[in-house]
């Protein structure tokens, strides 16, 4: 059974950072391209950040390039978003997400496996 378990999502001040970790078990990582998508009550789901197999391929929303980082470590079957310079605006639960085409995917039709989810809160 496939799961994805995020974790360190919670409340940060305006300008500070979070470096959110999502661990996979019941797949190898290493063939899956992995996603971090957010979402806010009323709001569609949006995508924030994409991995592909290798971890050489990235890919940002706009609005996090430049704060945001994926990273992929498959030796620990983990994926990290690290987050710096957190506005209001990044307020959302996060999921990561696992696919399994090859190159990186913005799309979240594209994820066959989802997580729980993590809230992060940014206060101004």
């Known amino acids: 059974q496939v799961r994805l378990v995020e974790s360190g999502g919670g409340l940060v001040q305006a300008g500070g950072s979070l470096r959110l970790s999502c661990a996979a078990s019941?797949?190898?990582?290493?063939?899956?391209?992995m996603g971090w998508f957010r979402q806010t009550p009323g709001k569609e789901r949006e995508f924030v950040a994409t991995?592909?197999?290798?971890?050489?391929?990235?890919s940002y929303a706009d609005s996090v390039k430049g704060r945001f980082t994926i990273s992929r470590d498959n030796a620990k079957n983990t994926v990290y978003l690290q987050m710096t310079s957190l506005k209001p605006e990044d307020t959302a639960v996060y999921y990561c997400?696992?696919?399994?085409?090859?190159?990186?995917?913005?799309?979240?039709?594209?994820?066959?496996?989802w997580g729980q989810g993590t809230q992060v809160t940014v206060s101004s």
């Open positions: 019941g797949l190898t990582l290493s063939t899956y391209t």
């Open positions: 997400a696992a696919s399994g085409l090859i190159i990186p995917a913005m799309r979240d039709s594209f994820y066959a496996y």
């Open positions: 991995i592909g197999w290798s971890g050489g391929s990235t």
